[in-house]
Every structure is written in C-alpha cells, then in structure tokens.
C-alpha cells in the first residue's frame, strides 16, 4: 500500500490522486499506475484500470491469477467489476469511498454470489493516509 500511495502522490496534475499496483504471488510488482482521466481525457484511465492493462502485459495474458491489487480508494463499480474478471485473488484498499465505492459502500460487487469470481478482500489498509490525500486534493 505503500507504494501506491508514493504512485497516487505522483498522479498527473488535475487528476485525482489515487493510486494502484499489481503485485504477483512472490511480490513481484508487475505494474503501477496513478489516475489519468484528466491527463488523458478517458473517463476509463482509473489507476486500477491501468494498473489491470499493465500487469495483463507484463504477463502476456488477461489472467491474473494469483496476483494481488492494492489501490488507495475502494474501487467504483467499473474498476471492481475489471478485477473480478480480470480474476484478481487479493484486493488490498485504503479508504472507503462513501460516494461511489463498489466494494461494501454503496455496492458489493467483489463479493456478488452470482458472479465466477470472487477475491479476498482487506479494506482500510493505511486508510488514514489514503483519506488524507484525497481531502487535501479536495480542499477538506
């Protein structure tokens, strides 16, 4: 979690600062990314978006299996809805995301009986200081 905190502090100018990294089953970081919805203009540049893209290829493959994500904001119904089939085993978060969160805030989509997938989840890893960064952002 530390190290998508350094990755979010670092995010693109006008971008939210949240960030995301995929790790392997030895640890072995496979890929990091910040927000860049504002850098790029995609409303689907999310950090774990691009941290899923970048990890499947760094693998060779949309399977990652085994691997963990750790990002500093609950994830919204997109970004939990691409781990799940991205088949994610460990979903590590920060803060909880009151407005738009989908793992337990407003949503449990990790967790739907319905879907094929379902990872471990721990929630409020470092959540003081995930909070943090996004109330700076935001002026609170």
């Known amino acids: 979690m530390r190290r998508a905190l350094a990755v979010a502090a670092a995010a693109p100018a006008g971008d939210v600062p949240i960030g995301a990294v995929v790790v392997d089953a ?13 850098a790029v203009g995609d409303p689907t540049a999310h950090a774990e978006v691009l941290a899923l893209r970048r990890a499947a290829a760094a693998v060779g493959e949309w399977r990652l299996t085994g691997c ?10 997109m970004c939990a809805g691409a781990l799940v089939l991205a088949r994610i085993d460990t979903l590590v978060f920060g803060a909880w995301d009151p407005k738009a969160g ?17 990872p471990e989840v721990y929630p409020e890893v470092l959540a003081d200081e995930c909070g943090a960064l996004i109330r700076t952002f935001f002026g609170r």
Request: some cysteine; aromatic content about 2%.
């Open 26 to 38: 030895d640890g072995v970081e496979l890929a990091a990314a910040a927000n860049e919805r504002e």
């Open 68 to 77: 963990t994500l750790a990002v500093t904001l609950e994830p919204c119904t």
């Open 102 to 118: 989908a793992v337990g805030s407003l949503w449990d989509v990790v967790r739907d009986r319905r879907l094929n997938h379902r």
